[in-house]
């Protein structure tokens, strides 16, 4: 199964949620609240863990979060453009996250690219990011240091 993969929120911005999602036949979606964000990111910053690193590491934490359930059933991934120029990077920290619990993910079915505001993941994302729909799960603080 292919899906695209759509962000309302920013991981950076503190001062709201990020919601992840995708879809193709299904959605789903994850709800990363703002004050679990700014746990975390205080948390990694008192560590000594700075920069881009810890923006590009949470974004492909969440995503990880939001396709560890699925991944066995998924094909491709299409990753909407969120972090111009960390997308190697973003790949990079999913993959290796992917490998822990033992999947085997294909890196040449990982793409980035600009899917629009047509898409469905970007409808299940604003919703849920609006409050007009509820997440089907929403990550804590220990779940993502868990991965850190």
């Given at each position: 199964?292919?899906v ?9 911005d ?13 959605k789903y979606?994850?709800l990363?609240p703002a004050t ?6 205080d948390?990694l910053?008192r560590?000594g ?19 560890k359930?699925?991944i ?13 120029g ?7 920290y ?23 505001k047509?898409?469905r993941?970007?409808a299940k994302?604003?919703?849920v ?9 929403t ?10």
């Open positions: 199964m292919r695209e993969i759509d962000q309302s929120g920013k991981i950076g503190t001062k709201v949620p990020t919601v992840l999602a995708f879809s193709n036949g299904k979606a994850v990363i679990t964000k700014r746990k975390c990111l948390k910053r560590q863990r700075s920069g881009r690193f810890l923006y590009s590491k949470l974004f492909a934490i969440g995503l990880y979060l939001l396709l359930d699925h066995r059933r998924l094909k491709e991934l299409v990753i909407d453009v969120e972090y111009p960390w997308n190697a990077e973003i790949k990079l999913l993959l290796n996250m992917l490998r822990c619990p033992g999947v085997e993910f294909d890196p040449n079915k990982i793409h980035f690219r600009h899917i629009g047509k898409s993941a970007h994302a604003i919703a990011y609006k409050r007009i729909e509820k997440a089907d799960k990550i804590n603080f220990d779940e993502i240091l868990a991965e850190y």
